[in-house]
């Protein structure tokens, strides 16, 4: 069954010069005690997406679509509703989330606040459930009486991941968990994030510009460019074998040690992402693909069947005889 | 393009740059108390020794903290060291730097904040020239270091400002800056870990380009061994301000020697791998260079000591007495460790 059922979701935010689409018309399901991971460069609105889905955008962001939450649409909820289902349902963990740490508040009672703020508990009680938190991400419970900049960085983040575990949501959304942080610090986080998930089998939206980190933690895998999901399914399958040139790009961007096709020969591809208020007409990629075709240039490419569980927007796929796909 | 050398630099038989016994520590907050007590200060770099041949690209690796910025900001002679030695084609740098910084140029981490906003791309490259006083017409040294940095043509970038641009086509401003000055050696600190994983690529490609051409040498300054294995001939490995371990890229990171560098590889994201989030990881205190263990400074943290491999091959006793120099393992391959000397095949991927 799926905890998070996203269709055909479009996110326009409000400028002066009109509306901006961060995102167009995307569609996903995340299964329960299953990761999916969200994969694509700045810009590709593959973070509008994650605090899209408990509506914390700007006020005057447009969002059309359905985000079914535990089988209720997020975006039909009431201000109040829309309350009840952030924390308890669904919560996310930031990139940098350190600094949204109040640093005159101890650290236990700001994750007492989360849980009194949600759970009808006593204060006692939510004490203990804290500094249960603090053991259960690898921090002692002692330390609930600690101010956050007695807490290294990688701490801080143990303590944002526990925050966010506070109210045993069903949907954890990790919005680039691991970027700021130190090589060794961001193996270990990520491992209590994998541990996490597995043991209480949390249901989870990673979203991260590292594909080879998605490569480990996540089960499906969806590729993001120009506010559309380009290909999508396993992630070992799209990792191990590509099929949308773009993800074919991204994934060269990554260098695996020991694979000689990397050396002296760094991946990735030229050129930037386009800009969300001048796309490129047809499909949003074609100028900077390697296989670009004349008819890439006019016709905006469908969802494609790319074998087993797997789709991909490119028209190659339908050359090479693929089916359009119709989302679930 | 091949660029003439100046000729006031003959050619030199030796490495391009030569470090020797390199230290450089900053002083705790608590100055008086400490250097009574010879506490509190960081000793960021702590006995380097390291050369950079011409036309080499050598990838400086290692955790934040370890001193990978404060060598590179020593060898560009924006630190001083508090001994040690920095050669130039054989030639010690002495006090008089600014023919010395001309031919060795920095490559920031972050293009946004090293480039002026209110600078167009024509003054940000045209800067170094005038502080040089290179001589020649200046637009045209301009456009030339511009086309050369993949700015194409420069005529469109050439009255651009740093918000008009992308974070890639900034740092190869960055880049046509120093280019403008001819330098013999780019000192490039994590020059793509602000950048988009796609758009790394092309900076790193444009880097070895210059190489290839123009035979200029690369210090790239990374936490990424996975960038090291696509753009270096050599790697080394940094640990609480010492070089621990250095060699051919393919040697050290197929056949590490140090348990450090076992232990930075073990922590790479391995995709062809699902098990490699189950490897195991370093435990202990973080590196602290304000206390530096004795003996191998490496030691409290070691696998290898822990898990009595060092006690098989008797070295234990070392580990915890003597300070391991840099010692050859196989040619061309060092590492400062008591169990790799002793026992050369102690690491080897299986």
């Not at chain 1, 991909?312 to 119709?326: K, P, Q």
């Not at chain 2, 401003?173 to 780019?186: C, H």
Request: charged content about 25%; hydrophobic content about 40%; glycine content about 8%.
């Amino acid at each position: 069954m799926s905890v998070l059922e996203v269709s055909d979701l479009s996110v326009s935010y409000a400028t002066r010069e009109g509306p901006v689409p961060a995102v167009r018309g995307v569609s996903f399901d995340i299964d329960r005690g299953q990761v999916l991971g969200l994969a694509g460069e700045s810009g590709c609105g593959k973070s509008t997406i994650g605090l899209g889905l408990l509506r914390l955008l700007p006020r005057g962001t447009e969002m059309r679509g359905r985000v079914m939450l535990d089988g209720a649409d997020v975006l039909a909820m009431a201000p109040s509703e829309l309350g009840a289902v952030r924390w308890t349902q669904a919560s996310i963990v930031f990139q940098g989330a350190q600094h949204a740490l109040d640093p005159v508040i101890r650290v236990g009672d700001q994750i007492e606040e989360a849980i009194l703020a949600h759970r009808p508990v006593s204060r006692r009680d939510a004490a203990g459930r804290a500094a249960e938190l603090l053991e259960l991400v690898g921090l002692p419970a002692r330390r609930t009486r600690d101010f956050p900049n007695e807490f290294s960085g990688g701490q801080k983040q143990r303590v944002m991941i526990a925050m966010a575990l506070a109210c045993d949501p069903d949907l954890v959304i990790a919005d680039e968990p691991t970027t700021a942080l130190d090589v060794m610090v961001q193996a270990q986080v990520l491992r209590l994030l994998k541990n996490l998930q597995t043991e209480l089998g949390l249901s989870m939206l990673f979203i991260t510009h590292d594909l080879s980190v998605l490569a480990q933690v996540a089960d499906r895998l969806a590729v993001m460019y120009a506010g559309r999901i380009v290909e999508e399914g396993p992630a070992a399958d799209v990792f191990a074998s590509p099929v949308h040139p773009y993800t074919m790009a991204l994934a060269g961007a990554f260098p695996r040690i020991g694979d000689e096709s990397f050396v002296q020969a760094p991946g990735g591809l030229e050129g930037d992402p386009p800009d969300p208020r001048d796309l490129p007409t047809g499909c949003s990629f074609h100028p900077r693909c390697s296989r670009v075709m004349e008819r890439c240039r006019t016709v905006d490419p469908p969802s494609f069947a790319a074998g087993a569980d797997r789709r991909a927007e490119c028209l190659l796929l339908e050359d090479a005889g693929a089916t359009e796909s119709v989302p679930t | 393009m091949s660029v003439p050398l100046p000729a006031d630099v003959a050619e030199h038989p030796g490495p391009l740059l030569r470090i020797d016994d390199l230290h450089v520590t900053f002083a705790g907050r608590h100055r008086v108390l400490e250097r009574r007590a010879h506490q509190g200060s960081a000793r960021a770099v702590d006995g380097v020794d390291l050369e950079l041949g011409e036309g080499e690209v050598l990838a400086l690796a290692g955790e934040s903290g370890c001193g990978k910025t404060t060598l590179a900001r020593a060898i560009m002679g924006f630190v001083r060291p508090d001994r040690g030695t920095i050669e130039f084609r054989g030639k010690p740098l002495g006090k008089d730097l600014r023919a010395y910084r001309r031919q060795v140029q920095m490559v920031y981490q972050d293009p946004t904040g090293a480039l002026n906003p209110r600078q167009t791309v024509y003054d940000s490259v045209a800067e170094g020239l005038r502080i040089h006083k290179v001589p020649g017409d200046e637009e045209e040294l301009v456009r030339r270091a511009l086309a050369r940095a993949g700015l194409r043509p420069p005529e469109r970038f050439l009255l651009r400002f740093p918000h008009e641009l992308s974070g890639g086509q900034r740092q190869r401003v960055v880049i046509a800056g120093a280019l403008a000055l001819e330098p013999r050696v780019i000192v490039a600190d994590e020059p793509v870990s602000n950048l988009d994983a796609s758009v790394r690529g092309e900076i790193l490609r444009l880097l070895l380009r210059l190489r290839r051409e123009d035979r200029i040498s690369i210090l790239i300054v990374t936490h990424d061994l996975a960038l090291a294995w696509s753009v270096a001939d050599r790697v080394a490995v940094m640990y609480l301000g010492r070089i621990v371990e250095v060699g051919p890229t393919r040697d050290v990171l197929l056949e590490p020697r140090h348990p450090y560098t076992r232990a930075l590889l073990d922590v790479v994201p391995d995709a062809n791998d699902a098990e490699s989030l189950d490897r195991p990881l370093l435990t202990g205190e973080p590196p602290d260079p304000t206390r530096i263990p004795e003996a191998c400074r490496f030691h409290p943290r070691c696998p290898a000591l822990a898990d009595g491999r060092a006690a098989e091959a008797r070295v234990d006793g070392a580990c915890r007495a003597d300070d391991p120099r840099l010692e050859p393992i196989v040619a061309g391959h060092l590492a400062a460790c008591h169990l790799a000397t002793a026992r050369s095949d102690a690491f080897r991927v299986p």
